[in-house]
């Protein structure tokens, strides 16, 4: 059965009316109906109806979503009970369905250590086992006089045993057929060389934000300084995270509006990778940061202040300090919520026989403790650079030999490659793998 439908309901501008239409013609922009049960052909966004769309040929989720006006729908996904109208986003060459179609060709293209193996012992073995089939047949007849019929038969008998077809066909067989089930079920592997690799693994290390956690922090407490308003510390915030592409920016940014609060326009704004962002509005410098850019702004002491931060840290919130020059006007307490299955996971992992689960953040250290003792997690390491999980995943790897590591960012790219065996999650995830 078709992963997509070969034609699509495509709205006509002239006639006024909804034309079927071969996928392959459908150009991004256009106007299509997806009735109820039927399987959307290409990517798009909805701009009439509301439905649930089964996505588990995509995605692997088990339980229909629900999508409505302005949401995003895949290539392959099965509509609900409802019809929806679409507008095209990508054409079949770019949609979801076929860059997992792509994305599993090529995995089965890049042979696994057994595949090679087998090849090379087959080229090696069946020449062999041809010449010693030769060799029966013909020395004992020449050389001893025997049976010409008999011996020959005798070597056809060694060459139907000695057939090395089962063991050729089975690896590659196994392989193929892991690829594909893991792609029904939404994990793309990108060749049979990574299948083999988690049987190996000694060390497991977890970006924290989206893997560990949920990847929705949102804010929990606000405390302002100097007689400054809550409202004003929010505005100032979110205004300096406006172009920050960031869970905690979204979260402080939602949190904000939510609250009828409007947002400034920065006259410029500097991020600074890992530590913060600086900005002028209205012709005022202000900028914001984690708690360790704090203490680099020499404005983070052993007062109130610090005090106040290091107790929220460990209670496991992500600490945001707001300050203008030298002066600090509040805090923003930010917290993600574990994922609820993480503590099952990771014990299933110590069952499969992984030494050694690790968590890698940019987080503050109090933060980090406290979710790896909520997740009994081994190690952590907080307040890391991008760079810096770089250089902490090669470390691993030198002491525990094969090592995976688990993110969704694309921060997190360099240290996924430099493991032994990147695992890139969500849908931030697909474009880094």
Not at 352 to 364: R, S
Request: net charge negative; charged share 20%.
């Amino acid at each position: 059965m078709s992963l997509t439908p070969d034609t699509v309901l495509a709205y006509c501008n002239h006639d006024k009316v909804f034309e079927e239409k071969p996928v392959e013609e459908i150009n991004i922009g256009r106007r299509l109906l997806i009735k109820p049960g039927e399987k959307v052909a290409l990517d798009g966004e909805v701009v009439k109806g509301v439905g649930f769309m089964n996505q588990a040929p995509i995605t692997g989720e088990s339980m229909p979503v629900e999508k409505n006006v302005g949401d995003t729908v895949f290539a392959g996904s099965i509509n609900g009970n409802s019809a929806i109208e679409i507008i095209t986003t990508k054409t079949s060459e770019d949609s979801s369905v076929a860059k997992i179609i792509q994305a599993v060709e090529h995995a089965q293209s890049k042979r696994s250590a057994s595949e090679k193996w087998v090849d090379k012992f087959a080229r090696i073995y069946t020449p062999v086992m041809i010449v010693l089939a030769i060799v029966i047949a013909i020395v004992p007849p020449l050389l001893l006089g025997k049976d010409w019929y008999a011996w020959i038969y005798e070597a056809l008998v060694i060459l139907v045993i000695a057939c090395p077809c089962a063991l050729v066909i089975s690896t590659p067989i196994s392989i193929v057929s892991s690829l594909a089930c893991a792609a029904r079920n939404g994990i793309l592997i990108k060749g049979g060389t990574f299948i083999e690799i988690p049987a190996r693994l000694k060390a497991i290390a977890f970006d924290k934000t989206g893997t560990l956690t949920e990847g929705s922090p949102t804010v929990r407490k606000i405390v302002a300084y100097q007689g400054y308003t809550d409202e004003f510390l929010l505005q100032i915030a979110a205004s300096l995270e406006s172009s920050v592409d960031h869970p905690i920016a979204t979260a402080i940014i939602n949190y904000t509006t939510d609250d009828g609060i409007n947002l400034l326009e920065p006259e410029s704004v500097q991020i600074i990778a890992g530590k913060g962002v600086i900005g002028n509005i209205n012709s005022t410098e202000y900028w914001l940061g984690s708690h360790a850019y704090a203490h680099i702004q020499d404005v983070c002491y052993e007062n109130s202040n610090h005090t106040q931060a290091q107790e929220l840290e460990d209670l496991g919130y992500t600490i945001i300090f707001v300050g203008s020059n030298k002066n600090v006007i509040g805090v923003i307490a930010i917290q993600d919520a574990m994922k609820s299955n993480i503590a099952e996971a990771l014990v299933s992992l110590k069952e499969l026989d992984v030494e050694q689960t690790i968590m890698l953040t940019g987080d503050n250290n109090g933060t980090a403790k406290a979710i790896a003792n909520q997740t009994r997690i081994d190690q952590y390491f907080a307040e890391l650079l991008p760079e810096d999980n770089v250089t902490k995943i090669k470390e691993l790897v030198d002491k525990y030999e094969c090592v995976a590591m688990v993110g969704d960012g694309i921060n997190d790219a360099p240290a996924l490659a430099s493991s032994n065996l990147g695992i890139a999650m969500g849908a931030i995830g697909n474009d880094i793998a």
